[in-house]
């Protein structure tokens, strides 16, 4: 059974949560939220949201300062630890469970959230995605936005490293937003995914200057230059987007036609992967149509280089490239399962692997050096899906106890599978978020989850099978 730390209940239905994977702002935790208004005879409907910015901290921490006290002293006022099945509230899991594990870490009795900024008004809110560290600026880094109004907008997070933090309960960070960028499309207009470039930087994504500008052609014709974010639809369509010198987003490449039905799902493909041509071109979607689809932007978005229609058995919600190997792709369905793909021959990929996650798996996350997912699988609330076989283990660490070390190709796809590790039911709504906390941060994982109707925010130690 998963161990509960904290748990927070946000201002509003929490549909997504995202830990920042830069070390030195590995405390920092960004959840979006929404609420549709119905409206009536005098008020139309409207959709709004709050991005919700939160600092996540061990309670015995010599690295962030102060002592929290001993394992006993609670999770906070919110909600406090305990078996997600309503066990013992204890305040936090003891031992490898909740602690950080080696290099010099502090050993954490648990773990508990503290607001770091202000909740920030918004456009109800589809996804986030900090930006790579290319992209920080000198007072922190860069979070991107997609919401229901069509716009994706970015956030410079003005904060102090972890090392000069003396006082996490203190709301010492803001959020100020730095570009906006109106590209939904037809429909409902809103925008529903986004994801950075990991082959682009600043400067480099063929932004160009700020005037005079013409609209992108639909398809955008061949020979397209890389592009900093991409996005989807509403209307089942497909944004490039590049920064402009002067800090302004630009449309480079669209189409509103990449899918049938709504679009959820939008991701770059890893910079090493062999079947791009060239890093950062090769882009995948994934939309309610049940279509797997990839697309290189060089050649425009005229024409998908692949799709996939046979393999899921409905919508898909995420797509997610393993950062462990360059040509391993997780993708996620309202079907219920997490697949793994081998994309090494681009005209047809290759699913290697499926696993039933309980619930419709709504986002995905690859650990940052473990061969395993988390997933907020809706209905079923969240849990952790670990690669088998040959594929499983730690990265980069032969010798460790259930490590195997760098694989090559043949011996990461060679007789693996997915197989549910473990789950959290601690949730009382539909999961739709989900992620690994303080990445890197030590041996001993924590996963950050949240719900919908009920507003729920959590932080839980997940016990593998």
């Not at 648990?110 to 809110?125: C, E, K, N, R, V």
């Not at 900090?130 to 907008?153: E, H, I, K, R």
């Not at 102090?160 to 109106?182: F, H, M, T, V, Y």
Request: hydrophobic share 35%; net charge negative.
């Amino acid at each position: 059974m998963a161990k509960l730390h904290h748990a927070v209940q946000l201002g509003l239905n929490a549909c997504g949560v995202e830990c920042c994977p830069h070390a030195s702002y590995r405390r920092l935790v960004a959840v979006a939220s929404y609420l549709h208004l119905p409206g009536n005879d005098d008020t139309p409907q409207s959709r709004v949201g709050q991005l919700f910015l939160y600092n996540l901290a061990p309670l015995r921490s010599g690295l962030l300062g102060g002592d929290a006290g001993d394992g006993d002293s609670g999770g906070g006022a919110e909600g406090e630890g305990g078996d997600d099945d309503g066990g013992d509230n204890n305040g936090g899991g003891g031992g490898e469970e909740g602690g950080l594990g080696s290099g010099g870490a502090p050993t954490a009795a648990g773990w508990s959230f503290a607001p770091a900024a202000p909740a920030l008004d918004t456009q109800a809110i589809f996804e986030l995605r900090w930006a790579p560290a290319a992209y920080n600026t000198s007072t922190g880094p860069v979070l991107a936005q997609a919401d229901a109004g069509g716009c994706l907008t970015l956030y410079a997070v003005d904060a102090n490293p972890d090392d000069d933090a003396a006082d996490l309960g203190s709301q010492s960070a803001a959020l100020r937003e730095i570009a906006k960028l109106e590209c939904g499309g037809g429909g409902l207009g809103m925008t529903t995914c986004v994801d950075w470039n990991p082959s682009s930087a600043p400067g480099g994504g063929g932004g160009g200057g700020c005037s005079g500008d013409a609209d992108v052609a639909d398809g955008c014709g061949g020979g397209g230059g890389l592009c900093d974010l991409a996005v989807c639809g509403a209307d089942g369509g497909i944004r490039a987007v590049a920064l402009r010198e002067c800090g302004a987003m630009k449309v480079t490449c669209a189409t509103a036609t990449a899918h049938d039905l709504e679009a959820w799902a939008v991701a770059f493909a890893h910079p090493d992967c062999a079947a791009s041509s060239h890093p950062g071109a090769l882009l995948f979607s994934g939309a309610d149509d049940a279509a797997f689809k990839g697309w290189d932007l060089r050649a425009g978005l005229g024409h998908p280089v692949f799709v996939n229609r046979r393999a899921h058995a409905a919508g898909v919600t995420c797509v997610a490239p393993s950062p462990h190997n360059p040509h391993a792709v997780a993708t996620g369905s309202y079907d219920d399962r997490l697949r793994l793909w081998d994309v090494r021959q681009m005209a047809r990929p290759v699913e290697t692997a499926a696993a039933n996650c309980g619930g419709g798996v709504w986002r995905c996350r690859w650990h940052p050096t473990r061969r395993r997912l988390a997933c907020a699988a809706m209905d079923g609330g969240a849990a952790v899906v670990g690669c088998t076989g040959a594929g499983a283990g730690d990265v980069g660490a032969p010798g460790d106890s259930g490590g195997s070390g760098e694989l090559t190709d043949e011996e990461f796809f060679a007789g693996g599978g997915l197989r549910v590790l473990g789950s959290y039911q601690g949730h009382e709504s539909i999961a739709y978020g989900a992620d690994w906390g303080w990445q890197g941060g030590g041996a001993a994982d924590v996963v950050v989850s949240c719900s919908f109707y009920d507003r729920g925010l959590h932080v839980w130690s997940p016990r593998v099978a």
